[in-house]
């Protein structure tokens, strides 16, 4: 068996969600790369997994993939995992992942829990197709014009939230995709309080607002894509319009705005 870097998904709540696979991989890599040691320390000895840790996270991803990389191909195989769920999924890894592959490194997934895979297949929204938008931005600003860029997308979108910020993260979504839009609220998954709330964004804001309780804890937000129908694609087109205007004359912006939204050109104009 050639040197392997194993990617390995761990629990997002209940240890019982560790696979065999994964604490047999786990026990057999030379050294476990990890985005908090202490962390994962802890979530070995439960296992009484003992491996040597390296820290691995967003500050010295880049500094240590090389020295990583070389140690695989010296013949040692290691394994990467997050404090959390799946690595590389709004946590620590691509950039050795990126860099073990240039390297003709076997790359090799151990899959198991992921917050938002786990959020969608309770949620009851379409999940043919779906877009992961991740964390937004943590700048109101930033947040709000991300999310109107996101208001016509006929994708259901998943979400990562924090407790600090679900308040004004399901005001600013009802803002920018009207209060009535269906989604789904999955807070502390696999684990004691866990909840999954369905209604409007209005509804769900709501509650979050009334009870503290439900702030509590861990979120993924799930909220249905907005239908393929006229009104959605007028409201992409005067968006677009409105930027666009400000860099070109009128008639160019309106006609690119109504190419890219696929809206009627005349319904751009006038605000
Ligand atoms: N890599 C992880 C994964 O595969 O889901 C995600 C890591 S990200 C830094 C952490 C975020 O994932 C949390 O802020 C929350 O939005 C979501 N999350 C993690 N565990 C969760 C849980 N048990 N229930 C709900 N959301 C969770």
Redesign the pocket.
């Known amino acids: 068996m050639p040197a392997t870097l194993h990617v390995v998904a761990t629990p997002?709540?209940h240890l019982g969600d560790l696979s065999p696979r994964a604490l047999e991989t786990l026990g057999g890599v030379s050294a476990i790369c990890a985005e908090d040691t202490r962390h994962t320390r802890q979530l070995l000895a439960h296992f009484g997994i003992e491996r040597p840790l390296l820290a691995l996270h967003q500050h010295n991803e880049d500094a240590q993939a090389g020295q990583l990389v070389e140690r695989l191909r010296a013949g040692d195989s290691l394994a990467l995992v997050?404090d959390?769920?799946?690595?590389l999924?709004?946590?620590p890894g691509y950039r050795l992942v990126r860099a073990a592959r240039a390297a003709g490194i076997r790359v090799s997934p151990v899959p198991g829990?992921?917050?938002?895979i786990a959020?969608l297949s309770v949620a009851g929204l379409a999940s043919d197709r779906f877009a992961f938008e991740g964390f937004m931005p943590a700048k109101a600003g930033a947040r709000r014009e991300r999310l109107a860029r996101l208001a016509a997308e006929p994708r259901t979108l998943v979400f990562?939230?924090?407790s600090h910020r679900i308040e004004e993260a399901l005001a600013d979504m009802a803002a920018a995709f009207g209060d009535d839009r269906p989604a789904v609220l999955?807070?502390?998954?696999?684990?004691l309080f866990e909840t999954v709330l369905d209604g409007t964004l209005a509804s769900l804001l709501a509650r979050v607002s009334d009870d503290p309780n439900q702030r509590k804890g861990?979120?993924?937000v799930i909220v249905e894509g907005a239908g393929d129908d006229a009104d959605a694609r007028v409201a992409e087109g005067k968006r677009l319009y409105a930027k666009l205007a400000g860099h070109l004359p009128p008639s160019t912006a309106a006609k690119l705005a109504a190419d890219l939204s696929g809206a009627p050109r005349k319904a751009l104009y006038g605000g």
């Open positions: 997002i709540g997050s959390a769920g799946t690595p999924v709004s946590d829990a992921c917050a938002a959020a990562y939230e924090s999955a807070r502390e998954l696999t684990k861990e979120f993924v």
